[in-house]
């Protein structure tokens, strides 16, 4: 019985930890937050916050964060494009509200990725100061 319940307990940590590392990509300075985290999910999970910013300096000067260019909005968009598949597979649509039209060249963007099954995207907008987090691991 007790060896259920370390294993139980150290699989809930392993997956917390998980969350706060690629949660700690966020730069402070947020104003409003909004996160959707997959609440069933444990190995597999998709994940999806926005973060308003007063002060655009604080993820533009972030050295993890790169200027769009032209070429480069259209990755962004297939990674938004795949997360949405991934949210209305597990009928999660209601949380999510990003529309690709706002994916512009000179806004900012952190790719980690391993494959299209797993990644972890964070757009900022640079017309509304909003970034974006969607964290897929399917």
């Known amino acids: 019985m007790k060896k ?3 294993a139980t307990l150290l ?9 706060c590392a690629n949660q700690s990509d966020i730069p402070r300075g947020y104003v ?4 959707h985290f997959d609440e069933d999910g444990f190995q597999d999970y998709v994940d999806y916050c926005k973060y308003t910013y007063a002060d655009a300096s ?7 964060f790169q200027k769009l260019t032209q070429e480069q909005v ?8 795949k997360f949405k598949e991934f949210i209305e597979a597990e009928k999660r649509s209601d949380e999510y509200d990003f529309s690709p039209l706002c994916i512009n060249e000179g806004d900012y963007a952190y790719i980690k990725s391993k494959d299209f099954e797993n990644f972890t995207v964070l757009f900022f907008d640079t017309q509304s100061n909003v970034l974006y987090y969607i964290h897929a691991n399917i």
């Open 58 to 64: 604080k993820v533009q000067n972030s050295p993890q």
């Open 11 to 19: 699989g809930a940590l392993i997956v917390l930890c998980s969350a």
């Open 32 to 35: 409003q937050k909004e996160e």
């Open 74 to 81: 259209e990755d962004i968009e297939d990674y938004f494009e």
């Open 4 to 6: 259920i319940l370390l």
